[in-house]
């Protein structure tokens, strides 16, 4: 009876010991060793696609109303070093995603880079939360297009018929049309091709990028004839203090999200180690100067307090006499949004694609069409449910919390792969026979190698000068020097990578305590006090430690190499982390609860078909050293 109750509970110890490895198993970078035979995408876009992907998804119609509301609000004049501020914080992620897009060019984007570092629980973490994100984020898009559209044209009686909004007066819900019909558009521009669809981009974006500079332009040569009298006030550059324009940065860092899209086209990309880093890089700095001189312009046009909320720059052109540019201002917003919900539709097919191919959803979303290269069945499911929340839902309040999840994990990655790289790769278990024979070889040769070893060290041992005057031997200095060396060598990683794990854990703990803090405004000035000095102090002492330990040699060969590296690791990836971190928990409750929903859901399907079905469930771990050696006994075994 005892040893059966024993019996039972190792059967359940280890149970639980095969699921913790689960959550935390990581996949191979997608390299030449990994072919998929029927998953390949067409390699065509160039760092100027990238770059018109990235621009158009980043800039959207929100800088033609955020300049108004928050230069009245919170910056003043100082609306311009928000822009700037924000940029710059943008930029450390940035820096993050251009390291692991180089190191690994595969589509997934962020899932696929934290699948490859942290584990295949927080990679479904990310990848079911940017499907939402995308799905809601498009249709949302859609939607603010068709008053913009009625906007152009004067009004919305001179909309077509059948593109009119309507409201279902039993249900109070108003149904958009027009935002259906611009899905399906794109819909079917995704549908013919990646080169099809990013030359509308490209053209979309441009029309866009013409019409900021216009307003830049025109006015620019408005403010110089009227003498800037926006920065002719009282109240100095600050009016709001240090605090507002802070705060202002942290309004306006929502407008830099858009610029990873360019990531998800990584598979596309004919040149992916330059291409990718360079179309993150340009499309980060346009859209960064574009906005610093837009809000230049009109904050100096009109004072910051008499500028319109909803409409500000129209409204400020329109005070100088310049009613007519309302209309381009009106086509640069149009414009915005359809690149915006190009690019916001563009990366979840192959996101989809990426969970299929690991085996975390159905292999349906990874079938790809011959003739166009494109996964036609995936853009075709996930286009209508966009479509269909354009048409009815009509309330959004998910901002970006995909994207800044994903910002803050990129981050986390950074320090992985430098720090405590993965040590093991899966490999299928059809390679078990190659695996065993070569396993077996090294092993022999590095038993060889130990007894050569140790037969030096007892030559030292046993020389004629020691055992006579019982001094240290300098018969064979060098042997000794290289055997006391190799011996720290082995023991000394091990403990430095334990010690790396465990201060990247202690920092993100620190983080959370620190932020949570900050954000916690229902909690006494004391208790918040005391809990962001905690979080500060677990914050620092880890980061000093991360700074004070050398960085994993086998980072040099993680991946692809030759390409982008991450500078200043780990400030960068530090500073990254908490500041996407802030905020997420600066993001109110009911965004929080309605995350959580669709979160518990998709850890429902995790366990019900993704766990169960993962590519990695029979793989068979080996040491990176030996993954060279089984490829090459593989390939000589088919010849």
Partial sequence: MIVSMQDKGEAVLSKCSKGFKSLVRRKQVDSVHVRREGHQLARKLTALDLTAIGVGTTIGAGVYVLVGTVAREHTGPALTVSFLIAGLAAALSAFCYAELASRCPSAGSAYHYAYICIGESVAWLIGWSLILEYTIGGAAIARGISPNIALFLGGEGNLPAFLVRHT???????????????????????????????????????????????????????????????????????????????????????????????????????????????????????????????????????????????????????????????????????????????????????????????????????????????????????????AVLAIFYGCFGIVSVGTLLAFAVVAISILILRYAPPEEVPLPSSLQQFIDSVRKQLDDDSQSMERKEFNDADIVKQSPSQSEHGEASIQYPLIEKQFCEDNQDKQNPRRRRNIAVWNIALFCIGVLVLTSAASAEYLTSLVRFSLGAVGAAILLCSLVVLACLNQDEARHSFGHTGGFLCPFVPFLPAACILINSYLLMSLGVGTWIRVSIWLIMGALVYISYGWRHSSLTNAVYVPMAYLDHIYRASSSHQV
Avoid at 182 to 205: D, N, P, Y
Avoid at 249 to 273: C, H, N, Q
Avoid at 289 to 316: E, F, H, K, Q, R
């Fill in 168 to 386: 279902i007066p039993q249900l109070g819900v108003v149904v958009d049309p027009c935002a259906a019909i611009l899905v399906l558009i794109v819909t079917f521009l995704l549908c013919a091709g990646i080169k099809e669809s990013s030359l509308v981009q490209t053209i979309v974006t441009t029309v866009n990028v013409c019409a900021m500079l216009f307003i830049i332009v025109a006015g620019g040569c408005l403010a110089c004839k009227t003498g800037w009298v926006g920065y002719e006030l009282h109240g100095g550059f600050f009016p709001f203090g240090l605090n507002g324009m802070l705060a202002g940065s942290a309004i306006v860092f929502f407008s830099y999200i858009g610029f990873d899209a360019v990531t998800g086209a990584a598979e596309e990309t004919k040149r992916p180690l330059r291409d990718l880093p360079l179309g993150i890089g340009m499309t980060l700095t346009l859209c960064c100067i574009l906005y610093m001189l837009v809000s230049v312009v009109i904050v100096g046009l009109v004072p910051y307090s008499a500028l319109n909320p909803d409409t500000p720059i129209s409204s400020a052109f329109s005070a100088n006499g310049m009613q007519w540019a309302a209309y381009i201002v009106t086509a640069g917003a149009v414009t915005a949004l359809c690149a915006s919900l190009m690019g916001s539709l563009l990366p979840q097919p192959r996101l989809l694609m990426a969970m299929a191919r690991d085996g975390l959803l159905p292999a349906f979303f990874s079938d790809i069409r011959t003739r166009t290269q494109v996964q036609a069945k995936s853009i075709v499911t996930t286009d209508m449910l966009a």
